[in-house]
């Protein structure tokens, strides 16, 4: 018997038999599409996060109190940075151009009868230049207002929208903490940052919210949440990191023992979130990989069935010149047809939900070739290989002994 002819055997038999051979596939359609989905959603996280710190611009660095392992162990989060700490870098890191010291906390924000709990920001006037932010109208913070303690106020462009609606938000006045700010400007939408919406914020002066919003927090000075730092160039960003770090072991007099702060560039952090990220797609492709072997199992256990429903068919097969190898064949093509379909079918439903995923969120979700590639010829050979079995207990059938069953 030829390969065509054993092929088109295979199809009959599986067709005389849809919703058998349907159930059959499941489990293989249900793991290529999963993990063709996983990898595909955990790749676009990868890329968003890419994205996001790229928009910071490729010099940013941040100094955060603590170090990594302080900051992991405990919800206290440590009190050693201090707006000293963030003019001594301006002043004597000569790689540095611009620094950006950042206090961060969570206000009801209030206008008449309109209330939002959101990010309020103590900034400076290098915020706009460090973060890469644009006032779309009205102005930023100034040196004045730092220095005069000002309560004045600029607005995210969703923030205004929740308290003012409509009406024009400027020269308007918004309560912090029953503390009255002026509305002097407004800032031009910049969207999420890793799961933060920077338009849902309120920015006012450094000095004004650590005096009169938060109050003196540290024996060392006026506490910064971190500071953001560019540097001149791309090429001098370790000598920055570099200069930085000694010189807040000199302010800190940090001498053999650990540092209280850390300093990292964007190639750092996405470093970190890149092997976070890949790690948990990994996992989620390894765990809805699991359902390609619970299908493999079930082609298996289909097949063994099989045998023994058409062990008539065998002995008269047998018994006319059907050789072992004949049927050994027949049975593996049926077995390697059944795992072939779920894996197209599985592949056109996963690319669907990545294509979804993709168009109805954030996340850039794109199809992965390679993920294709991999589901298609795991769940091939998972059908290849959960039909052996079947196949050499059909093919060892002794032909007399099946003719005596009919």
């Known amino acids: 018997m030829d390969l065509a002819e ?29 993990v063709i989905s996983m990898i595909g959603v955990g790749q676009g996280a990868q890329r968003l996060a890419s994205e996001q710190f790229e928009s910071l611009g490729p010099n940013v ?16 989060i440590p009190k050693t940075l201090v707006l000293d700490d963030a003019e001594a870098i301006a002043q004597q890191v000569p790689s540095i151009e611009a620094v950006a010291p950042q206090i961060s906390s969570q206000y009801l924000i209030s206008y008449r009868g309109n209330n939002a709990s959101s990010t309020t920001i103590g900034a400076t006037p290098s915020f706009l230049v460090v973060r890469s932010f644009v006032v779309e109208k009205g102005r930023f913070i100034t040196d004045d207002d730092l220095k005069r303690t000002t309560r004045v106020a600029a607005l995210g462009a969703e923030l205004a929208q929740k308290l003012f609606g409509n ?70 960003i370790n000598a920055a990191k570099f200069q930085t770090e000694n010189l807040l072991r000199l302010r800190h007099n ?26 948990l797609t990994l996992m989620l ?19 063994l069935v099989s ?57 850039k979700a794109t199809v992965s070739p390679a993920a294709i590639i991999m589901a298609v010829s795991v769940s091939g050979g998972i059908g290849l290989g959960f039909g052996v079995l079947p196949a050499r207990q059909a093919a060892k059938l002794d032909p007399i002994v099946a003719l005596r069953s009919i």
């Not at 938000?169 to 503390?179: I, Y």
């Open 6 to 34: 054993s092929l088109s055997m295979a199809v009959k038999t599986l067709t005389a038999n849809k919703l058998r051979s349907t159930l059959t596939m499941l489990g293989i359609i249900i793991g290529n599409a999963s």
């Open 61 to 76: 660095l941040f100094i955060v109190p603590g170090t990594r392992e302080a900051r992991r162990t405990t919800f206290d």
């Open 167 to 236: 009406e024009d938000p400027l020269g308007k006045q918004v309560r912090v903490r029953n503390v009255s700010f002026e509305v002097v400007g407004i800032m031009k939408e910049k969207g999420s940052f890793l799961g933060q919406n920077q338009d849902d914020a309120i920015y006012l002066p450094l000095t004004t919210m650590a005096n009169q919003l938060i109050g003196r927090t540290s024996p060392y000075g006026t506490e910064v949440s971190f500071i953001a730092v560019s540097a001149k160039n791309e090429g001098s």
């Open 254 to 279: 940090i001498t053999d023992q650990g540092d209280d702060f850390a300093v990292d560039t964007q190639k750092d952090i996405l470093s970190l979130v890149g092997t976070i990220t890949g790690a």
């Open 285 to 303: 492709a390894a765990i809805a990989a699991i359902s390609l072997l619970v299908g493999g199992i079930g082609i298996m256990n289909i097949m």
């Open 307 to 363: 045998v023994s429903e058409r062990t008539q068919e065998i002995g008269l097969r047998k018994a006319i010149g059907a050789t072992r190898q004949d049927i050994l064949v027949q049975f593996i093509i049926e077995a390697v047809i059944l795992s072939a379909a779920g894996g197209a079918l599985g592949t056109a439903l996963g690319v669907s939900g990545v294509l979804l995923v993709g168009a109805f969120s954030p996340l």
